[in-house]
């Protein structure tokens, strides 16, 4: 099982700006820019990029800390504030060596897994309107002597399909239900199941400028091609304005540190500078403590800039015949018309992330991707039917890294190929193309998939 490979480092060579002209090494390709590691082994998700500089790579080893700390119950001197309602007490026990949660077979350890709620409309902003008693997410846990919210339970819905060849597929959903609520939850809830993603590679997404983005979105599909991407609209809480949505499975984040501050508060029962309030507040599980916020912007900002300055995997072996002709495949069935595989940042207060000519296999913008994925709720612009499109790099070392091949928003597809087959609407044509290729280009695709 160890066949664990390192390749030089080049980060050990790597001192700041020289690293943008830094050549790839052989067939392994900087998908990050001078942010790239040619690490393949189980920790692949685990650098800081190489062209940090010492202060940043200080403020990336705090950050590590902040992201591995596992707070418990106020008070206490390191990391209290935990709950009283949460769904897991640090961020590393979701993302896992910065990768993504598996599916879990037992529903009592769901560890990544977490629900969005909110009822129908809109609120001021756009936003999801919270569920009277439970907020805007369901929190599984609680701290001792008060109740989590809900249990989870679920059932698999099994379909077989066919490829035009003959072979047989099977596709797996969980069905899920809410069980032991601490009160009756409104029948209206609408839920969103989604998965814990990756963390690497975010500071680069993070300055992608805005124009680069749009200047891809057709909404209204003027190419005809098929295929509308639409950019999601959300309230940046610091600036008090609306944002382009960038992270998440629906782009419902403007940047990393609303994201980390949304996670402590909802995922982890910890108040923030942005998030003051308790995530059950006026609930019955709320406390009375006044040690509000339980974390300061210094941690809140580390913990941000630990998941800006995570390095990119370098692909690996694209000189491989056969990956090249899986890359040729990919294109041609017009997988790359939404996971974009060339974008470049801009500038940013953070020099090691401007200008990076990266290779993210994303658009960041939503996509309607038919009912079959739809969780029928909107999040801001999203609606239902929408997603983000996931970045593909790194998407190969899932296995290594992090022990399992579960992927899309809910952890549904048990490998790549099951991934591909649940694509609908927007991606139909693709998925469709994907399915009449002859068996041998289908793998070729696969190959060169698990090859970033
Ligand atoms: C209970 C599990 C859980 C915990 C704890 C958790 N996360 Fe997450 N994280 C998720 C899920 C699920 C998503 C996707 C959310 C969505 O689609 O809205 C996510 C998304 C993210 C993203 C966006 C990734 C992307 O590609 O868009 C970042 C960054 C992130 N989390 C950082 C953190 C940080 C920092 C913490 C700790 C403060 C944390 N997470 C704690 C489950 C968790
Ligand atoms: C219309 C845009 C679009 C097209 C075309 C498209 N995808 Fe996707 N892809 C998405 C979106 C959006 C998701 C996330 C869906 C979800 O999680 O429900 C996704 C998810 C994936 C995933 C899983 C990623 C993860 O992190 O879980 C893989 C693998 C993938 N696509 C490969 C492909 C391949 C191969 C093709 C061509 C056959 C393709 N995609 C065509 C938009 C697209
Ligand atoms: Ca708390
Ligand atoms: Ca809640
Ligand atoms: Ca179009």
């Known amino acids: 099982m160890h066949r664990t490979k390192i390749w030089i480092l080049v980060s050990s060579f790597c001192l700041g700006f020289s690293c943008t002209d830094q050549e790839d090494e052989g067939d392994n390709l900087r998908a990050g820019g001078a942010t790239t590691v040619f690490v393949e082994n189980s920790n692949s998700f685990q650098f800081p990029a190489p062209n940090l500089s010492p202060s940043e790579l200080e403020l990336h080893r705090l950050g590590d800390q902040a992201f591995e700390g596992i707070f418990v119950t106020a008070p206490a001197i390191v990391n209290g504030g935990l709950g009283p309602v949460f769904n897991q007490a640090s961020c590393a026990s979701c993302h896992p060596k910065n990768g993504r949660s598996g599916f879990s077979e ?15 409309g809109q609120g001021p902003h756009g936003e999801p309107l919270p569920v009277p008693g439970f907020g805007g997410q369901l929190q599984t846990k609680s701290i001792v002597g008060k109740q989590a919210e809900s249990q989870i339970s679920y059932d698999f819905k099994i379909t077989q399909e066919f490829f035009p060849d003959g072979e047989i597929y099977e596709l797996r959903q969980a069905i899920f239900r809410m069980t032991n609520t601490y009160m009756p939850i409104p029948t209206a809830t609408l839920s969103s199941a989604r998965l814990a993603p990756p963390v690497f590679g975010l500071g680069l997404l993070e300055f992608v400028p805005e124009a680069v983005i749009l200047k891809n979105e057709d909404i209204q599909d003027v190419n005809t091609d098929g295929i509308s991407g639409k950019a999601n609209w959300v309230w940046d809480f610091t600036e008090s304005r609306v944002r382009l949505g960038r992270f998440g499975w629906k782009a419902g984040q403007p940047d990393l540190i609303q994201q980390a501050a949304a996670a402590y508060n909802e995922d982890m029962g910890v108040t923030n500078p942005l998030f003051r309030l308790e995530s059950s507040t006026g609930q019955i599980q709320d406390d009375t403590l006044s040690d509000d916020p339980e974390i300061d912007q ?70 309607d991707m038919g009912d079959g994925l739809s969780d029928g709720r909107s999040d801001f612009n999203a609606t239902g039917n929408e997603w983000r499109t996931p970045p593909l790099w790194g998407i190969g070392l899932t296995l290594l890294v992090n022990g399992h091949t579960h992927f899309l928003h809910d952890g549904r597809a048990r490998n790549l190929q099951e991934a591909i087959l649940w694509h609908g609407g927007e991606a139909i044509k693709s998925r469709d193309a994907y399915k009449n290729l002859q068996k041998s280009e289908r793998n070729a695709i696969l190959k060169f998939i698990s090859s970033l």
């Open 106 to 120: 037992n529903p009592n350890d769901l560890a990544g897994l977490l629900f969005r709620l909110s009822i129908a």
């Open 298 to 367: 210094e941690l809140l900002e580390q913990t941000a800039f630990y998941t800006r300055s995570l390095a990119v995997p370098a692909s690996r072996n694209q000189s491989d015949p056969t990956i090249q002709n899986g890359k040729r495949l990919f294109i041609k069935i017009g997988c790359e018309k939404c996971h974009l595989s060339n974008l470049k940042t801009g500038s940013s207060p953070f020099q090691f992330l401007a200008n990076q000519s990266i290779q993210p296999y994303t658009d960041l913008l939503l996509h």
